[in-house]
């Protein structure tokens, strides 16, 4: 039975072909006893699969699920859990350095629970709304094809409301409705809502990873570097 996934502990810096570069590199890290954010690799195999047929393979799911519950236990904590969220990271790694060419999320697990959890655990209600709002802005975009300057030109009103041009000067409250506002964003410019489940945003996430691959983008600098078409790219889970 194909393995489509592997925790950091379980790879090495030889499993580039099948983990990325950057998931070979973090396996090997942890191996050595660095100091590694914990997570796991979804691999290249995993993404052909995905973009010769349009599926994600069958036994994908239940292969995050163990992983995730794994890192979950690790961590101490639940992906979106209102009162003491684990939020990851989706980040792309193919087997050659591609810089910029291909999409990362940041900061899944947030919804509109988690984030006043996250607010309590930081002390700090102002960063956990930012976090929030910068989620929304990258998800809209990069996942759900979202036209990114309906963000951009929601953040400029609201810094000019508050008579500044510095993101720095809003507040807790001056994020919150700027949520508010991208969440309604996405309503109109997709016809449902924002996903408020964390699994539903990782598995999201994970597909537009591998969709990036053969973004205009990535094709270019292939072509440019001369790095073969057919590879796929790694997607790396971290906490």
Known sequence: ????????????????????????????????????????????????????????????????????????KQMGRRLGDAADPLLVSVRSGAKFSMPGMMDTVLNIGLNDTSVVGLG??????????????????????????????????????????????????????????????????VQDQTGSPFPQDPREQMDLATKAVFDSWNGERARLYRRQERIPADLGTAVNVCS
């Open 1 to 72: 039975m194909t393995k489509y996934v592997y925790d950091f502990a379980e790879g090495s810096r030889d499993m580039k072909d099948l983990l990325g570069g950057k998931g070979a590199n973090l396996s090997e890290m942890t191996n050595l006893g660095l100091p590694v954010p914990p997570g796991f690799v979804i691999t290249t195999e995993a993404c052909t699969t995905y973009l010769e047929s349009g599926e994600v393979p069958q036994a994908l799911a239940a292969e995050v699920t163990k992983h995730l519950e794994a890192l979950e």
């Open 120 to 185: 309590t655990l930081a002390g700090n209600e102002r960063f956990a709304w930012d976090s929030y709002r910068r989620l929304v802005q990258m998800f809209g975009k990069t996942v759900l094809g979202v036209e990114g300057d309906l963000f951009e030109h929601a953040l400029e009103a609201a810094k000019k409301a508050k008579g500044t041009t510095n993101d720095l000067d809003l507040d807790a409250d001056d994020l919150r409705k700027l949520v508010a506002e991208f969440q309604q964003i």
